[in-house]
């Protein structure tokens, strides 16, 4: 042999090694690819078919009626081809190949060669297709045992090996109630557990987007919506309707049993799909004469509901009812791609027939569809004035006729936008046929233009100048005549199309302010504690107020009084100060008055600079001089006054509370003096004319701490006594000043010889303070003065009685 020869024989014998190898490892269970190991359909998952691959299932199921179902796909939905064209529960046909595509042999099972002996020689057979692939799984026995129940099954590809796997792989094949049964085909399903039980919209998840029309007709009745490009819904019949409500709001206002009112398409479309059967068990399978369930077509004319879908679907479903069945009142629907009837709930039913009796609440009641937050420019008409707002920056600007620009109230130009655009706003609509005129539009009371991202933008805007805004507006909406009902005719105009509502008075209210109340009529804050200086009118007086800028807050400032002069140097109460400071710093208009500051108007109002009612100023550490303007009385009620700003050029209301408290102030302070007790070291008091006969006086002097009377008398002094009456004169208050600077009157019996008492407080420096008190009026006040603040008299009250009543009225008990 030479070597070429051994060559040959040796690669002959490799080759063969190799066929060897390449049988050993793809033939067999224990050498099956990876692709197929322990699966049942073992073709299938060689060729990578996964279950949204299979195109076609097959169940044949010896000994029963009908023997054979088959389904077909198109699509993501099945269809029933077998035994007669029909519709089919889809998720449940995909539970099934699912199931079946993923099923795994169980190794552990006993198994024998014996067909029969696992209940195989007269099998469940179920075929998959996927494109020019096919295998088939036949089912025999069932075993028991929770979920280590297995099912004995061949396959196509080794039709006479008995497997076993388990009988959950199989559980969307057999049917639920079948948990005991020993074979396949006692547990398999039949025709009806593969019928949908929705009636209309199988698979629908968002009908209201996912349907594109949808009609319903009873009799000569009909009502039908379709959805536009836009997403909104559209009647097409009843045809001058207009948009529908999509979403609708739940009512049950006239709805009988407390069921609520349909009012939205999306509530329309959710109630015709929950026309179904509760279960299975309502499904008709030869229901016959369809008569018998008011579903001929004929005979009866049942309602019929068609929808029209997106995923190019259309179906039709008939409806009847109520039909008395067993003494009962039944309903019964049909689809008409199947034979079989179904027995539903009657609520649903009733509600869409309800809808059919007033399908006007249906109607879209939201007048303007616009987004607030989008719009940047709104244009009004009313009472012969034009208002133009802008969306400036952050905030609005109002525009008048000549084109000046405020600051607008952004609150006021919510509540417009909110109200104008909130859902369902309108309360009805005009019947057809009301003539222009009748309703108002031919001169609209209102116009409100506005536009939703409607402002030029300009590369170098002036910043004086207003905003311009695009032709045409994004929508524009009329207010016409009033109506019986506390309601307005409106007309809303988009582009070509415009629709007619009742709305309530209030929207039209709101639509027909005027300019003034979109300005903004807030005022500059000030703090109370950084204002230096005061000074307000009080009649022909001016008064002026002063305090040190050292920080302390205004309650607690040593604040003097500079004017008028009979008052000028002396202190002034804070507390009152802090008072009149914290309601002028918290004005806050009502409304504005007027933007023409003309001379006339200020004259008209009282607010003129050169003779206002009442001028208030301040001057604010940092902030310089504040002026505010009081004028008259605003109003038949007068709880408002006219307030002019110095720095503005307008006249606002506001509320009288402030003015009036600087029209009745009364600023000085009414601690008349302070005087340190403990720096009183002598007290002597001279009265007692009514008791005595003449003016007595006594002297009582602090000694070594203690208080001794040194004249006058012999007695022991009451050291608390002695306290008490210095606590009602070192720090007197005044009720009222009665006379400033001039003196006392005789009326005033400020004379010991009338029964007064003098009381001289001598200090350990310093000049002494006297006082003189009178004896009680007829009020119970006594009259006072004190050297402190020479000339002036004021009242008090009365607590000297029991010193009045005797010179020892200081003795010790």
Same mark, same amino acid.
């Given at each position: 042999m030479n070597f070429r020869t051994t060559y040959i024989l040796l690669g002959a014998v490799v080759l063969a090694l190799v066929a060897l190898g390449i049988y050993t490892l793809w033939s067999g269970d224990e050498k099956a690819p990876p692709s197929v190991e322990g699966y049942v359909m073992r073709t299938l998952r060689a060729a990578s078919v996964k279950p949204e691959d299979v195109t076609s299932v097959e169940i044949e199921r010896p000994g029963q009626t009908p023997e054979k179902i088959a389904f077909a796909r198109e699509g993501k939905v099945w269809h029933m081809v077998a035994p007669a064209n029909a519709r089919a529960d889809s998720s449940a046909v995909d539970g099934v190949v699912s199931g079946i595509l993923n099923a795994k042999t169980e190794k552990s099972a006993d198994l024998s060669s014996n067909l029969a002996a696992h209940g195989l020689d007269n099998p469940v057979k179920v075929t998959l297709k996927?494109?020019?692939?096919? *295998?088939?799984?036949?089912?025999?026995?069932?075993?028991?045992?929770?979920?280590?129940?297995?099912? =004995?099954?061949?396959?196509?590809?080794?039709?006479?090996?008995?497997?076993?796997?388990?009988?959950? +792989?199989?559980? %969307?094949?057999f049917k639920a109630d079948a948990k005991n049964a020993t074979h396949a085909s006692q547990m398999v399903k039949g025709v009806t557990d593969f019928r949908p039980?929705?009636?209309?919209?199988?698979?629908?998840?968002?009908?209201?987007?996912?349907?594109?029309?949808? /009609?319903? $007709?009873?009799?000569?009745?009909?009502?039908?919506?379709?959805?536009?490009?836009?997403?909104?819904? $559209?009647?097409?019949?009843?045809?001058?309707?207009?948009?529908?409500?999509?979403?609708?709001?739940?009512?049950?206002?006239?709805?009988?049993?407390?069921?609520?009112?349909?009012?939205?398409?999306? !509530?329309?479309?959710?109630?015709?799909?929950?026309i179904r059967p509760k279960d299975a068990k309502q499904l008709? *399978?030869?229901?016959?004469?369809?008569?018998?369930?008011?579903?001929?077509?004929?005979?009866?004319?049942?309602?019929?509901?068609?929808?029209?879908?997106? +995923?190019?679907?259309? @179906?039709?479903?008939?409806? %009847?009812?109520?039909?008395?069945?067993?003494?009962?009142?039944? =309903?019964?629907?049909? &689809?008409?791609?199947?034979?079989?009837?179904? #027995?539903?709930? /009657? !609520?649903?039913? !009733?509600?869409?027939?309800?809808?059919?009796?007033?399908?006007y609440l249906l109607r879209d009641r939201t007048v303007l569809r616009v987004n607030p937050s989008r719009v940047d420019a709104?244009?009004?008409?009313?009472?012969? *004035?034009?208002i133009e707002l802008r969306r400036v920056g952050l905030g609005w600007q109002v525009y008048d006729a000549e084109g000046k620009g405020r600051p607008a109230k952004t609150s006021a130009v919510t509540e417009l936008l909110n109200r104008l655009t909130a859902r369902q706003l309108a309360t009805s609509f005009p019947p057809p046929g009301v003539p222009e005129?009748?309703?108002?539009? /031919?001169?609209?009371?209102?116009?409100?233009?506005?536009? @939703?991202?409607?402002?030029?933008?300009?590369?170098?805007? +002036?910043?004086?100048?207003?905003p311009k805004a695009t032709a045409p507006a994004t929508a524009r909406l009329l207010f016409g005549h009033k109506d019986v009902g506390d309601v307005v005719y409106a007309r809303r105009i988009v582009g070509k199309d415009k629709a007619d509502f009742f709305v309530p008075q209030d929207a039209y209210q709101l639509a027909s302010r005027g300019r003034l109340e979109y300005i903004d009529a807030s005022l500059k804050p000030f703090g109370a504690d950084a204002v230096l200086k005061l000074t307000f009118t009080h009649g022909k007086e001016v008064f002026d107020l002063e305090r040190p800028d050292d920080g302390k807050p205004a309650a607690q400032a040593a604040w003097k009084i500079n004017g008028p002069e009979r008052l000028k140097g002396r202190p002034a109460d804070a507390g009152k100060i802090q008072e009149l400071l914290?309601?002028?710093?918290?004005?806050?208009?009502?409304?504005?008055?007027?933007? $023409?500051?003309?001379?006339?108007v200020l004259n008209r109002l009282e607010v003129n600079p050169a003779a206002p009612r009442m001028k208030v100023t301040v001057t604010v550490k940092g902030q310089g001089e504040r002026v505010f303007l009081f004028g008259g009385d605003a109003g038949t009620e007068k709880k408002t006054v006219y307030l002019k700003p110095g720095d503005r050029d307008l006249v606002f209301e506001v509320d009288r509370t402030a003015f009036d408290l600087f029209q009745k102030a009364d600023v000085q302070d009414t601690v008349v003096h302070r005087i340190d007790k403990a720096k009183v070291k002598a007290v002597k008091i001279t009265g007692w004319q009514e008791v005595v006969g003449s003016p007595t006086p006594i002297v009582i002097?602090?000694?070594?701490?203690?208080?001794?009377?040194?004249?006058?008398?012999?007695?022991?002094?009451?050291?608390?006594?002695? +306290?008490?009456?210095?606590? @009602?004169?070192?720090?007197?208050?005044?009720?009222?000043?009665?006379?400033?600077?001039?003196?006392?009157?005789? #009326? &005033?019996?400020?004379?010991? %010889?009338?029964?007064?008492?003098?009381? #001289?407080?001598?200090?350990? /420096?310093?000049?002494?303070?006297?006082?003189?008190?009178?004896?009680?009026?007829? *009020?119970?006040?006594?009259?006072a003065t004190t050297s402190v603040l020479p000339g002036d008299v004021f009242t008090m009250a009365d607590h000297f009685a029991a010193v009045r009543a005797k010179p020892a009225a200081f003795k010790k008990d």
């Open positions: 996927a494109g020019a692939s096919s *295998e088939s799984v036949s089912l025999g026995n069932v075993t028991v045992g929770g979920d280590r129940a297995v099912v =004995y099954f061949t396959t196509s590809d080794q039709p006479d090996r008995p497997q076993a796997a388990r009988r959950s +792989d199989f559980s %969307a094949l039980l929705k009636m209309l919209g199988d698979g629908l998840v968002d009908p209201v987007s996912q349907v594109r029309s949808m /009609a319903v $007709r009873v009799g000569d009745d009909q009502l039908a919506l379709f959805r536009g490009p836009d997403g909104g819904w $559209r009647f097409r019949l009843p045809a001058d309707y207009g948009e529908a409500e999509a979403e609708g709001e739940p009512s049950f206002a006239g709805a009988k049993d407390s069921k609520p009112t349909i009012t939205g398409v999306r !509530q329309l479309l959710n109630t015709i799909m929950d008709i *399978e030869n229901p016959g004469d369809l008569s018998q369930f008011g579903l001929d077509l004929t005979k009866n004319k049942p309602m019929q509901i068609d929808f029209s879908r997106d +995923d190019g679907v259309k @179906e039709t479903i008939y409806v %009847a009812g109520p039909i008395k069945k067993d003494g009962t009142d039944k =309903y019964f629907a049909r &689809h008409e791609a199947d034979s079989v009837v179904a #027995e539903v709930s /009657a !609520q649903p039913v !009733q509600a869409v027939e309800g809808v059919m009796r007033a399908k709104i244009d009004i008409e009313t009472n012969g *004035e034009k005129d009748k309703m108002g539009f /031919a001169k609209p009371a209102v116009e409100v233009k506005l536009w @939703e991202g409607g402002i030029v933008k300009e590369e170098k805007p +002036d910043p004086n100048a207003k914290n309601h002028l710093s918290f004005l806050r208009p009502t409304k504005v008055a007027s933007d $023409r500051v003309t001379e006339d002097e602090r000694k070594d701490g203690k208080w001794t009377l040194t004249s006058g008398g012999t007695y022991e002094v009451d050291p608390a006594k002695v +306290d008490a009456f210095l606590n @009602e004169l070192t720090a007197p208050r005044a009720e009222q000043f009665v006379v400033y600077k001039d003196g006392p009157k005789p #009326e &005033h019996n400020l004379d010991v %010889a009338k029964n007064a008492l003098r009381v #001289e407080m001598v200090l350990e /420096a310093g000049d002494p303070v006297v006082m003189m008190i009178s004896p009680p009026n007829k *009020e119970g006040k006594v009259f």
